[in-house]
Nanobody
């Protein structure tokens, strides 16, 4: 069973940077996809970024392209989300997730979810 724990959230000002971490326990396979989603109150969970456990492909939601970077450290079983030029609209609970297959953009592609970490960006 895969367990995911997010960390690194906090309160920052617009324009600041923040790095989120997702520590995973359990076995990761080469075709595993690791994703980041976010959810603001009253809104649907939104795709942010994804990366496969092996290979070089990365995927980003339109609202974060050019600002956020997803990366991984296989030896540490950890996935990161580097967030730059943060905006108030980035405020949300950020979740990491693990799944498999070829679909990376929807919540249904992921079986395992962390409990989330709050990111708040003030103007």
């Amino acid at each position: 069973q895969v367990q995911l724990v997010e960390s690194g959230g906090g309160l920052v000002q617009a324009g600041d940077s923040l790095r989120l971490s997702c520590a995973a326990s359990g076995r990761m396979f080469s075709n595993t996809i690791m994703g980041w989603f976010r959810q603001a109150p009253g809104k649907e969970r939104e795709f942010v970024a994804a990366i496969r456990w092996s290979g070089t492909n990365t995927y980003y939601g339109n609202s974060v392209k050019g600002r956020f970077t997803i990366s991984r450290d296989n030896a540490k079983n950890t996935v990161y989300l580097e967030m730059n030029s943060l905006k108030p609209e980035d405020t949300a609970v950020y979740y990491c997730a693990a799944g498999g297959g070829i679909v990376v953009f929807t919540t249904t592609a992921y079986r395992y979810w962390g409990q989330g970490t709050q990111v708040t960006v003030s103007s």
